[in-house]
């Protein structure tokens, strides 16, 4: 290369580099790259704005720039925590803390970069962070909301649900009139669908709040899933849908939390069988990595590529018709995800529109 096209070229990358430095000084939002020592490259006023500091940051170690903790009051090990990025991940249950004391709730994003051009480039990470403090606010009080509300909704549902349950009898001792019985029968349906959709509620404020506590215990996994197998078998014998269980003869005890584990496979037994029409469902378990993998597998309608990314958000229900045909509150997914954190399991999903869905979960043993 001649000296006038090594001029030219490092006169482009100067303009490259300033044209970078406006993008990233133009963002709300507090922006830190950092190299593979975890030493800051590169920054932004919001940054410097977040981190309370006027001085320049660059060369400086990140473990001294931020000081992170979790909701526990744990100090989080912001180095090992941006080397563990593979892929780009978030996180908006941190706080910082200030040297005067006080603190503030952070939205931090990590996503690992080449600190140069293409893959040759150095490698590092960039740092996205923004204070949501106001945000948290707001989603204290809307669960403080919906815990009181389904607190308090939980004995006039169950007086309801009563009282309709002895009515429905009465009538049908009594061969009353089969439009009265119908009317009661669907009443009966959308109370229970009610008292479900206050469980799923209340389950979900204690999980935003952190009130979910975790007790670890043994138990034995594969008594866990002949016992739903058999708890839901009489669900799956009105829909004419086979429910079965396929259990490894190796399984052995599982130490984890007894109570969020049937709850998860709970969720993903019950929306096997409600949205399964004809065909099978299959609750299978097998040792796997020091712990067990859980499958839930159906034949049912499936769930679209596009569906599949959403399926675990808050209140999301597919418009897929015959989706919307069910009852159905789009929390129960949500507040498994939520359960499955706890008990630090991993959660995935494979699914076909109109070839059914296999829903796995990795539950390790918690020593």
Do not use: C
């Amino acid at each position: 290369m001649s000296g006038k096209q090594n001029t030219a070229v490092l006169a482009e990358a100067a303009i490259e580099h300033e044209r970078l430095q406006s993008l990233i000084g133009s963002m709300a939002d507090g922006v830190i790259a950092v190299d593979d020592d975890i030493k800051v490259v590169l920054y932004n006023g919001a940054a410097l704005n977040i981190l309370d500091t006027n001085g320049t940051i660059k060369n400086r170690n990140l473990k001294r720039l931020l000081r992170l903790y979790d909701n526990n009051g744990m100090l989080v090990d912001i180095e090992r925590l941006v080397r563990s990025a593979e892929r780009a991940t978030s996180n908006r249950d941190l706080l910082l803390h200030y040297d005067d004391g006080s603190r503030i709730n952070i939205y931090l994003s990590i996503a690992p970069v080449h600190l140069g051009y293409g893959e040759a480039g150095d490698r590092g990470f960039v740092l996205l962070l923004r204070d949501i403090t106001h945000e948290k606010s707001l989603e204290e009080e809307r669960d403080e909301f919906i815990s009181v509300v389904s607190h308090e909704l939980r004995t006039p549902i169950a007086i309801a649900e009563g009282n309709i349950s002895n009515a429905q009898f009465i009538i049908k001792k009594a061969g009353g009139d089969p439009s009265i019985l119908n009317a009661l029968n669907q009443a009966h349906e959308q109370i229970v669908f009610l008292a479900s959709m206050v469980n799923d509620l209340s389950t979900l404020s204690r999980a935003e709040r952190g009130k979910l506590t975790l007790e670890v215990s043994g138990f034995n996994a594969h008594q866990l899933v002949r016992s739903l197998v058999e708890t839901y078998q009489h669900d799956a014998q009105v829909k004419n849908v086979s429910l079965r269980a396929d259990i490894n003869p190796h399984l052995e005890t599982l130490s984890s939390s007894e109570l969020y584990v049937r709850e998860v496979l709970q969720n993903f037994i019950t929306n096997a069988l409600k949205y399964t029409e004809h065909g099978s469902v299959i609750v299978a378990a097998k040792p796997h990595n020091d712990g067990v993998l859980f499958t839930v597998s159906d034949t049912g309608i499936g769930i679209s590529k596009a569906d599949q990314e959403r399926v675990f958000d808050k209140f999301f229900r597919s418009e897929d018709f015959r989706t919307r045909a069910t009852n159905g509150t789009g929390l129960g997914l949500y507040v498994t995800m939520k359960l499955a954190r706890l008990i630090h399991a991993d959660v995935s999903l494979e699914s076909e529109l109109n070839q059914g869905s296999i829903f796995t979960i990795f539950v390790p043993n918690m020593h």
